[in-house]
Nanobody, 123 residues
Framework: VQLQASGGGLVQAGGSLRLSCAAS??????MGWFRQAPGKEREFVAA????????YYAGSVKSRFTISRDNDNNTLYLQMNSLNPEDTAVYYC???????????????????WGQGTQVTVSS
């Protein structure tokens, strides 16, 4: 298994969680977080490029979520603040190992996926 996501749980609205994704491969061009709520398609949340650490966010999470990576530990993080019930979903980390070419918001752009971690926000 190349990616292992963890850190999900149950939190009240307004609370915070930090997700982690441990990667066994270092040679990625971009890594991202996606989420999938029941009955909905998997959607882009955030991504970070390896080359310059440039970050990208979905409009619904910008200013509340922060994506980062720890190069020493080869781990991707998603700090989630001001959570609301609409953030409830299974969160997945993803990695692209081939060269970056845009389209970071597309699920078919990524080569590898973690197993997902459940985030539940109660009102």
């Amino acid at each position: 298994v190349q990616l292992q996501a963890s850190g999900g749980g149950l939190v009240q609205a307004g609370g915070s969680l930090r997700l982690s994704c441990a990667a066994s491969r270092r040679a990625f061009s971009i890594m991202g977080w996606f989420r999938q709520a029941p009955g909905k398609e998997r959607e882009f949340v955030a991504a970070i490029k390896r080359a310059n650490s440039m970050t990208y966010y979905a409009g619904s999470v910008k200013s509340r979520f922060t994506i980062s990576r720890d190069n020493d530990n080869n781990t991707l993080y998603l700090q989630m603040n001001s959570l609301n019930p609409e953030d409830t979903a299974v969160y997945y980390c993803a990695a692209r190992y081939t060269s970056y070419s845009g389209n970071y918001w597309r699920t078919d752009y990524y080569d590898d996926w973690g197993q997902g971690t459940q985030v539940t926000v109660s009102s």
